[in-house]
């Protein structure tokens, strides 16, 4: 018998005597960031970066695959006991020593979890992780000249690129409300000292916001420049039609990190992607009552918010509680009870 | 059921402000659930791995006296916990909040014959939702007892002190029988069922996975303890067994818990479901170690009213829905577990036998209860 074959034999013994346990259930518990685990990290130190940002360093599980400069990584936390996933770029080099990644997250006002892993978040806390993501990244081939555009938190990813290559010709535009609002301020400063870096820094306070027509005084030959451009949904909207406008938008790469906001409102359209089937809902029906009219196989069971008979992923929009009028918004591995939700706007049930 | 209705003092309005009352305590314990919530739940189930873990180590020297004794208290425990305060109450969904796919009502399964899906149909749904609804609720004497004077009596039902004896010894496999209502489904049409013959499959899995673990491999991995382990084992399902099984008879079955009938329930308010709960289940009092054990299902009461609050959290509830009961005047059943127990036990006595008095018909009772 080969060897693999004995340890999955092993294995399957070892499944017999903690069912119905799995042996990982018990490795959890003094090992968490092994091989084979389900991907999560450790947070070693939080450090402030402005009043209101800090980098968080994470020591991920042996399964983690690394990443490439400019992607993002999905973390899942607990926050008040509810765990909720957030995707935030990844702000160290690829060639850390240590193997930790470091993201850096500015606290939004009402963003439960940036506010928490700012304010609260302890060394020792286990978080859950995926492999990181995304196609925000450097070209194989190095560009002669490159553009660097930025808002607020969009300089992360820019950092993760910044800290890992170093390319001949580098301009950033960068803006943020004050100066003392640059997160990575003396760091960028640095890289202007050692001439790596052309540094145009807009106070949005005091200049006003960007407008994109100013590109041609600040960077005169931007045209020229491969750019990688990340901020606010305003700024990308402004750059991608300036730069269609002049026909160079093979040159600019953007990065959105809220594609979809959530309005909940009261009914809406509710879609049940796997029979594909779309109806409309008022604020008031459950959604267990809309699927079975629109003849979608739902599962139900004490019609009444107590068997949890009826649990059903969220997959987009927003439903409401109807009996405590707590709005809840999709997101991965939301479930939710469709015999006491209904439609909060436009919704996609799983069914 | 008792010959006075004791909601007969309550008005209509009044039900519904109590309805709403209610409400309110369930809503005040959502909004204020959190960290410290999520850190107990995790904490009891990492505690009970670990002296689960700890135990089948200790009685693979079971052999020696001290360490039989000592594996077998803590593997009987560690059972308990995992059917009571972990299982019951991650099934009802009481920690899908978490959003935590590991504890949560749709994937958890639990060391218990029963496979949690079946589980949490009979229990969660028809149970929790009919509450002592007689012909609606198999909780009621779960088929083979009679535990009310409106259920008829059959000859069968002088033998059920000795099928409830039976039924705790091997509590885990009734539940399995239950829940696959086997009585209903032996029959020789209904056996083919497909469905059904799915349903009985996975318990028949369930089964050999258990019987497998605890009374095949673990004996076998501790050589010369083989058959110290193998008693050991089966001893510690025993206790469990009959432990969950009074813990369960004290829910619904002493004295002083009403049940209801059929048409009692027809276009049931809000207000009307909870009253039913209310008088339809009965407390265990005691220690905080003997509401741990009994996965706080000693707060009966509490847990049919709110079957998704989290069980930590009964404790503090019990204290509100108590000066509901006393502002209400309704009889709030409660007791130490052998009084309970012994007051559950009298009532599978005496209901063997047929009732004593042919029993008045009082047809204005129903019209109340309609009315109610």
Same mark, same amino acid.
């Given at each position: 018998m080969t060897s693999a074959a004995l340890r999955s034999r092993a294995w399957k013994l070892l499944e017999m005597v903690t069912t119905p346990l799995l042996p990982s259930d018990y490795l959890d518990l003094v090992? !968490?960031?092994?091989?084979?685990?389900d991907l999560r990290g450790r947070i070693e130190a939080v450090h402030p970066e402005t009043g209101d940002a800090a980098t968080v360093v994470i020591r991920p599980g042996r399964g983690w695959r690394g990443h490439t400069a400019g992607q993002y990584v999905r973390i899942g936390v607990d926050v008040d006991g509810v765990r909720l996933w957030r995707a935030y770029s990844i702000t160290s080099p690829t060639d850390r020593q240590d193997g930790r990644v470091t993201i850096t997250v500015k606290a939004i006002p009402d963003g439960k979890v940036s506010t928490h892993l700012v304010r609260r978040a302890k060394p020792g806390t286990l978080i859950q992780l995926d492999q990181a993501t995304g196609d925000f990244v450097l070209p194989q081939a190095k560009p002669a000249k490159v553009l660097y555009l930025t808002a607020g938190s969009g300089i992360t990813p820019v950092m993760g690129m910044l800290r890992d290559t170093e390319f001949d010709d580098v301009v950033m535009v960068h803006c943020a409300p004050? !100066?003392?609002?640059?997160?990575?301020r003396n760091e960028l400063h640095d890289l202007v000292a050692d001439k790596k870096l052309r540094l145009t820094e807009v106070h949005t306070d005091t200049d006003g916001m960007l407008d994109i027509a100013r590109l041609d005084e600040l960077v005169p030959d931007w045209a020229e420049r491969e750019t990688w451009a990340c901020g606010p949904a305003g700024l990308l909207d402004a750059a991608e039609e300036h730069w269609t406008e002049h026909g160079v938008q093979e040159r600019l790469h953007t990065e959105r990190f809220r594609p979809g906001i959530v309005v909940a409102g009261d009914g809406g359209e509710v879609t049940f992607s796997a029979t594909g089937k779309t109806v409309d809902a008022d604020g008031a029906t459950p959604l267990l009552d809309i699927g079975e009219e629109a003849g979608v196989l739902m599962p139900s069971g004490c019609r009444m918010g107590i068997c949890f008979g009826c649990v059903t992923p969220l997959k987009a929009g927003a439903v409401r509680d109807l009996r405590t009028g707590e709005i809840t918004e999709a997101e991965p591995g939301v479930l939710i009870q469709t015999c006491v939700s209904a439609a909060a706007g436009p919704c996609d049930i799983e069914r | 059921m008792t010959a006075i209705d004791p909601t007969a003092h309550l008005t209509t309005e009044q039900i519904e402000e109590l309805g709403r009352e209610l409400d309110a305590i369930r809503d005040e314990v959502i909004a204020g659930r959190g960290e410290k919530d999520a850190a107990y739940i995790r904490k009891v189930i990492s505690a009970q791995r670990k002296l689960e873990l700890v135990s089948r180590g200790v009685l693979l020297f079971s052999i020696f006296p001290p360490a039989w004794l000592l594996g077998t208290a803590g593997l009987s425990v560690a059972k308990i916990m995992d059917n009571m305060e972990i299982g019951h109450n991650i099934l009802h969904g009481q @920690?899908? @909040?978490?959003?935590?796919p590991k504890i949560h009502s749709t994937t958890w399964e639990w060391d218990h014959v029963s496979p949690s899906e079946q589980w949490k149909h009979s229990h969660n749904e028809l149970h929790h939702t009919y509450t002592n609804v007689i012909g609606k609720d198999n909780d009621l004497g779960y088929g083979i007892m009679r535990v009310d004077e409106d259920q008829k009596w059959h000859p069968f039902h002088l033998g059920q002190p000795l099928w409830n004896f039976i039924n705790a010894c091997f509590f885990e496999y009734g539940i399995a029988a239950y829940d696959l209502e086997l009585g209903k489904n032996l029959h020789k049409r209904r056996r083919k069922n497909p469905e059904f013959r799915a349903r009985a499959k996975a318990v028949g899995r369930k089964i050999r996975k258990q019987v497998l673990k605890d009374y095949v491999i673990h004996p076998l991995l501790s050589g010369p303890s083989f058959l110290t382990t193998l008693a050991a084992t089966f001893t510690a399902n025993l206790v469990r067994n009959i432990w969950t099984h009074s813990v369960i008879m004290c829910g619904h079955f002493p004295e002083g818990v009403q049940v209801f009938e059929r048409r009692s329930i027809k276009g049931e308010t809000r207000g009307q479901w909870y009253l039913r709960q209310m008088l339809g289940s009965a407390n265990i009092s005691g220690s905080k170690a003997m509401h741990f054990m009994t996965g706080n299902l000693s707060h009966q009461i509490e847990h049919h009213l709110f079957p998704d609050l989290p069980s930590n959290r009964y404790a503090e509830v019990a204290v509100k829905v108590r000066a509901l009961f006393e502002k209400y005047e309704l009889e709030y059943v409660t007791g130490p577990l052998p009084k309970q127990v012994f007051s559950a036990w009298h009532k599978v006595f005496r209901l063997s036998l047929p009732n004593k008095k042919p029993k008045v018909k009082t047809p204005d009772r129903e019209q109340e209860l309609v009315a109610a």
């Amino acid at each position: 018998m080969t060897s693999a074959a004995l340890r999955s034999r092993a294995w399957k013994l070892l499944e017999m005597v903690t069912t119905p346990l799995l042996p990982s259930d018990y490795l959890d518990l003094v090992s !968490p960031l092994r091989a084979g685990a389900d991907l999560r990290g450790r947070i070693e130190a939080v450090h402030p970066e402005t009043g209101d940002a800090a980098t968080v360093v994470i020591r991920p599980g042996r399964g983690w695959r690394g990443h490439t400069a400019g992607q993002y990584v999905r973390i899942g936390v607990d926050v008040d006991g509810v765990r909720l996933w957030r995707a935030y770029s990844i702000t160290s080099p690829t060639d850390r020593q240590d193997g930790r990644v470091t993201i850096t997250v500015k606290a939004i006002p009402d963003g439960k979890v940036s506010t928490h892993l700012v304010r609260r978040a302890k060394p020792g806390t286990l978080i859950q992780l995926d492999q990181a993501t995304g196609d925000f990244v450097l070209p194989q081939a190095k560009p002669a000249k490159v553009l660097y555009l930025t808002a607020g938190s969009g300089i992360t990813p820019v950092m993760g690129m910044l800290r890992d290559t170093e390319f001949d010709d580098v301009v950033m535009v960068h803006c943020a409300p004050q !100066p003392q609002d640059v997160i990575f301020r003396n760091e960028l400063h640095d890289l202007v000292a050692d001439k790596k870096l052309r540094l145009t820094e807009v106070h949005t306070d005091t200049d006003g916001m960007l407008d994109i027509a100013r590109l041609d005084e600040l960077v005169p030959d931007w045209a020229e420049r491969e750019t990688w451009a990340c901020g606010p949904a305003g700024l990308l909207d402004a750059a991608e039609e300036h730069w269609t406008e002049h026909g160079v938008q093979e040159r600019l790469h953007t990065e959105r990190f809220r594609p979809g906001i959530v309005v909940a409102g009261d009914g809406g359209e509710v879609t049940f992607s796997a029979t594909g089937k779309t109806v409309d809902a008022d604020g008031a029906t459950p959604l267990l009552d809309i699927g079975e009219e629109a003849g979608v196989l739902m599962p139900s069971g004490c019609r009444m918010g107590i068997c949890f008979g009826c649990v059903t992923p969220l997959k987009a929009g927003a439903v409401r509680d109807l009996r405590t009028g707590e709005i809840t918004e999709a997101e991965p591995g939301v479930l939710i009870q469709t015999c006491v939700s209904a439609a909060a706007g436009p919704c996609d049930i799983e069914r | 059921m008792t010959a006075i209705d004791p909601t007969a003092h309550l008005t209509t309005e009044q039900i519904e402000e109590l309805g709403r009352e209610l409400d309110a305590i369930r809503d005040e314990v959502i909004a204020g659930r959190g960290e410290k919530d999520a850190a107990y739940i995790r904490k009891v189930i990492s505690a009970q791995r670990k002296l689960e873990l700890v135990s089948r180590g200790v009685l693979l020297f079971s052999i020696f006296p001290p360490a039989w004794l000592l594996g077998t208290a803590g593997l009987s425990v560690a059972k308990i916990m995992d059917n009571m305060e972990i299982g019951h109450n991650i099934l009802h969904g009481q @920690w899908d @909040w978490m959003r935590d796919p590991k504890i949560h009502s749709t994937t958890w399964e639990w060391d218990h014959v029963s496979p949690s899906e079946q589980w949490k149909h009979s229990h969660n749904e028809l149970h929790h939702t009919y509450t002592n609804v007689i012909g609606k609720d198999n909780d009621l004497g779960y088929g083979i007892m009679r535990v009310d004077e409106d259920q008829k009596w059959h000859p069968f039902h002088l033998g059920q002190p000795l099928w409830n004896f039976i039924n705790a010894c091997f509590f885990e496999y009734g539940i399995a029988a239950y829940d696959l209502e086997l009585g209903k489904n032996l029959h020789k049409r209904r056996r083919k069922n497909p469905e059904f013959r799915a349903r009985a499959k996975a318990v028949g899995r369930k089964i050999r996975k258990q019987v497998l673990k605890d009374y095949v491999i673990h004996p076998l991995l501790s050589g010369p303890s083989f058959l110290t382990t193998l008693a050991a084992t089966f001893t510690a399902n025993l206790v469990r067994n009959i432990w969950t099984h009074s813990v369960i008879m004290c829910g619904h079955f002493p004295e002083g818990v009403q049940v209801f009938e059929r048409r009692s329930i027809k276009g049931e308010t809000r207000g009307q479901w909870y009253l039913r709960q209310m008088l339809g289940s009965a407390n265990i009092s005691g220690s905080k170690a003997m509401h741990f054990m009994t996965g706080n299902l000693s707060h009966q009461i509490e847990h049919h009213l709110f079957p998704d609050l989290p069980s930590n959290r009964y404790a503090e509830v019990a204290v509100k829905v108590r000066a509901l009961f006393e502002k209400y005047e309704l009889e709030y059943v409660t007791g130490p577990l052998p009084k309970q127990v012994f007051s559950a036990w009298h009532k599978v006595f005496r209901l063997s036998l047929p009732n004593k008095k042919p029993k008045v018909k009082t047809p204005d009772r129903e019209q109340e209860l309609v009315a109610a």
